[in-house]
């Protein structure tokens, strides 16, 4: 018998509800076990370089959930994110359609065509989503895509019906093939960017990103062509961007994965091959572009996620940008980078996001990502978190998502904390560390959990800035880390600081949780969301107001419990007075 993910991720609840008696108790055991200790070493001397605001990325399949009333909403949270400027990319911009959103669906119906084959434009419901991004502080990671019905070499059938649960290849559809004519795509691409031009302004449309289509290397998927058909593309659209507007930034290609060898085909078309448009040498690429994605699991009654996965993705990703001299210093976005690949696909192995694993796991990958544009010496520029919410769907029922109904989830607080990091990284060393290379070859798994800490050093503000995490692939009770973080080369003159403990954990930033104690309400009365709303913010640990400071170093205890997350920030800005 047939058994969606939805079934199955509720199946394997009840799973977990019903372990058996020693199963229990193992985790109970686990849990009450004596913490243990973890010491994590900053010093502010130590500079490793600028801390990069990589996290101000993200992006949804769904383009029209962004003008409705949860997706403004959440839109204001990123915003509110603050400088530098926060970017949404999302999917089927050019899709022909009335604009009412749906799973794995958007639609603008931005082309279509008269009886006798001409152009018809219409910018209104694309304006729309533009307009929203930019009300709430957020500038457009502009997708040139998909194909619309009337320029489709098979446009029939056109608009899925694809819903959780069903065949994930039903999704492509004729939106997926190449243009009957070249020239009308051209024309269309650059109709749209000079109309950009016109309403937003040059100077505003050059701070957005522009690329072609999405993972065009999936064979018989996203893209239903070949890979110089997809050259094609990409270089008439490519060329029209940058007809309405010379300085615009265009790039690509937002590959599934490292993008193997269709990537490497790829950048060595734009670099030395002959431009499908202009005739000339090369296509231009101001920025490159790929997706990582973790790879989850469900064993022995709990969630075990793959950020081996996601790591080692982007360390290959990395070395291949790296091997081409002429890209060494090209800023790279990673245009989708997730635990896993399907935001609204449910299942028993996606039970992580809800709660503060998401949180733990993105803390752990994001630092990992800085670490890794070290290491190849590469100008890692964003990572698009892949995750937006679905409009009037049931509270939290298992979509990666940034918000439920309006209530952000745990894992949005994660960027609210990197958010208030800034200036230079500075060294963090934690004895809890198992490294970026061993857990690339083997995961966090074992009796061996990843606390760790990326630190920052703000001169202007004088401030100090340390995330810890307390991540493990295995998503089980275990005991807490017993932190002992200790910070040298503070400015001598300084003998105290302002203390602000900012936590992510089962009891604090975690309206998750809250919604359970309220007994899963499906309808939350009026007062109940308001205790959601309010646990849904980034909550403080209850501690001291200041540490004092002696020659430069400092110390700080405190209990870490497992995927649970800590921002700790210094601040003695009154001091430097």
């Known amino acids: 018998m047939h058994m969606s993910p939805l079934v199955r991720f509720a199946s394997g609840l009840a799973l977990l509800l ?79 359609g009335d604009g009412t959103p749906a799973f794995k669906w958007g639609s603008t119906n931005a082309y279509t065509e008269d009886a006798q084959g001409n152009p018809i434009y219409n910018w209104t419901v694309v304006d729309r989503i533009f307009d929203t991004y930019l009300e709430h502080g957020v500038k457009p990671y502009a997708q040139i895509g998909f194909m619309p019905k009337a320029l489709s070499t098979h446009p029939d059938p056109y608009q899925h019906e694809w819903r959780p649960g069903f065949p994930y290849n039903d999704i492509y559809t004729g939106w997926a093939y190449p243009p009957k004519d070249y020239a009308k795509w051209g024309e ?79 950048l060595e078309h734009c670099l030395h091959g002959k431009n499908y448009a202009t005739g000339q040498t090369g296509t231009p690429l101001d920025f ?73 796991y993105t803390a752990a990958v994001f630092a990992r990502k800085h670490l890794l544009a070290e290491k190849h010496g590469v100008n890692l520029e964003g990572a698009v978190t892949w995750a937006f919410e679905f409009e009037d769907q049931p509270y939290f029922a298992g979509f990666r998502v940034m918000a439920s109904n309006g209530i952000v989830l745990p894992v949005f607080n ?36 990843d606390v760790a800490a990326l630190a920052s050093l703000d001169t202007a503000k004088h401030q100090l800035a340390v995330l810890v995490w307390h991540y493990h692939d295995d998503d089980v009770p275990g005991p807490d880390a017993a932190v002992d973080l200790a910070f040298a080369g503070l400015p001598a003159e300084v003998h105290s600081a302002h203390l602000t403990h900012y936590r992510i954990d089962g009891s604090h930033s975690n309206a998750y949780a809250v919604w359970q104690k309220l007994g899963s309400p499906n309808a939350p009365n ?40 800590s921002l700790v920030l210094l601040d003695w800005s009154d001091s430097a007075k």
Not at 414 to 427: H, L
Not at 535 to 540: T, V
């Open 288 to 360: 490159l572009s790929f997706h990582a994605k973790g790879s989850p699991s469900y064993v022995d009654g709990h969630v075990r996620t793959g950020i081996a996965a996601q790591l080692r993705t982007i360390d290959v990703a990395f070395t291949r940008f790296a091997s081409f001299p002429e890209l060494k210093n090209k800023p790279i976005i990673i245009g989708e980078s997730d635990p896993d690949g399907c935001a609204a696909c449910q299942g028993p192995q996606l039970g992580y996001r809800n709660g503060t694993m998401y949180s733990s």
């Open 414 to 449: 994660t960027f609210r904390m990197m958010a208030k990091m800034g200036g230079r990284r500075i060294e963090a060393q934690s004895s809890g560390d198992i490294g970026v290379e061993q857990i690339i070859k083997s995961g966090v798994r074992g009796a061996q959990a």
């Open 526 to 565: 009026k007062a109940q969301y308001a205790q959601l709303q309010a646990a849904s913010q980034l909550a403080q640990l209850d501690g001291p107001a200041s540490v004092d400071i002696a020659n430069g170093a400092a110390d700080l205890k405190f209990p870490l419990p497992r995927q649970g997350v």
């Open 188 to 266: 269309l691409v650059y109709q749209w960017v000079k109309h950009c031009v016109a309403r937003y302004g040059a100077a505003e449309v050059e701070k957005w990103y522009w690329e072609v289509w999405n993972e065009s290397n999936i064979a018989n998927g996203y893209w239903r062509g070949t890979p110089e058909e997809f050259y094609k593309l990409h270089d008439y659209a490519v060329d029209a961007v940058r007809r309405a507007l010379p300085s615009a930034r265009v790039g690509g290609m937002d590959a599934a994965g490292d993008g193997g060898k269709f990537m490497q085909d790829f």
């Open 18 to 96: 019903l372990a058996p008696a020693a199963t229990v108790v193992r985790a109970q055991s686990a849990a009450s076990a004596a913490p243990f200790p973890v010491s994590i070493r900053v010093d502010a001397a130590q500079v490793r370089g600028e801390l990069k605001p990589i996290y101000r990325f993200f992006g949804a399949d769904e383009p029209n959930y962004a003008t409705m009333k949860d997706g403004r909403k959440l839109l204001g949270n990123i915003g509110e994110l603050g400088e530098p400027q926060e970017y949404f990319r999302a999917h089927s911009l050019l899709v022909t």
